[in-house]
C-alpha cells in the first residue's frame, strides 16, 4: 500500500533529482525559484492595482464645462462604423445658458442606423461646452445634466413647442397608452417645425376613454412615426386630464 510524501519532502526530492540531471547545485535552483515566485508576487499585485483603477468610478469630462441649449442646423457627415451604426457629424447653434451670444458649434454621436432619418434641422437636445473650446459640444450628463435640462424645458415653454403642464405630465403622470383619432396640419410653423393638429384618445384604468386635443410642431420624421402608429405611450394628469405628454417613440431618445 503506497503512501503519499508530505509535499515539502516531494520537493526537495525534485530538487534533488534536478540537481544530479543537470549539474546545477540545490542552492540555485532554491534561489532561482524564489526570484520567479518573487516576480510573480509582484505581477499580481500590479495586475491588481490596475484592475482596481479600471474599476473605479470614471473621470468626470469637461467639469469646467458651461451649458445651453444646441439646435441642429445642419448634418455635415454620416458614416458608416464596423457595428452597423453610423457616425453622425452635425452643425447645431448653441444658446448659452448664461446669456451670452449664440455661437455655432459642431456634435458627433454614434446612433443605429434607423435614427439617422430623425437627425434633422431643428431638433433641439440640452448640451454643454467648454468656454475655451467651443467648436465642439457634448450632450450633457453626470453634475451639468440637471442644470442643461431645466434651461431646456424654459427654452421650449418659451418658443412654444411645449406647455408647462405637458412638463408636469412628463414628470409625475399616470403612463398609459392614447389612440392616435387623427393628424392634420395646422398651416402655422413653430420653430422651423410644421404644427399638426392633433387628436387622441387617451385610455384610463377603470374609467372612459376620453378625447384630447394637441397642438404638436413635428418634423417630417416625427410625423411619419406618428402617422405609422395607431397608438402611442402618454402621460396625463389625473387631477387634470387635459395635462397629456407624448412619448414619440424614437424621436430623440437615440440621440440623447
Known sequence: MSRSLPWPVAILLLYLVVAASTGVSVFTLLWGTGVVAFGLFLTAVVLAVISTLRSGPAPVEWPDAKVGVATVWEVQSVTELKDGRR??????????????????????RRVPQASVAGIQPGLQFPAMYRPQRP?????????????????????????????????????????????????????????????????????????????????????????????????????????N???????IENRQEELT
Open 87 to 108: 457616425l453622425v457629424t452635425v452643425g447645431v447653434q448653441v444658446e448659452p445658458a448664461d446669456g451670452g451670444v449664440p455661437f455655432n458649434s459642431t456634435f458627433t
Open 241 to 247: 386630464p387635459q395635462a397629456v405628454a407624448v412619448a
Open 135 to 239: 467648436e465642439k459640444v457634448k450632450i450633457a450628463r453626470g453634475r451639468k445634466q440637471q442644470a442643461a435640462q431645466d434651461f431646456f424645458n424654459h427654452v421650449r415653454v418659451r418658443d412654444g413647442m411645449v406647455q408647462p403642464l405637458e412638463l408636469q405630465a412628463a414628470r409625475e403622470g399616470v403612463l398609459t397608452e392614447a389612440d392616435v383619432v387623427s393628424i392634420n396640419p395646422t398651416g402655422q410653423v413653430r420653430g422651423s417645425f410644421p404644427v399638426y393638429d392633433v387628436v387622441l384618445r387617451v385610455r384610463r384604468a377603470g374609467a372612459t376613454p376620453y378625447e384630447h386635443r394637441k397642438s404638436m410642431p413635428l418634423s417630417s420624421f416625427e410625423h411619419g412615426l406618428l402617422a405609422a402608429t395607431p397608438s402611442v405611450r402618454v402621460k396625463y394628469l389625473p387631477e
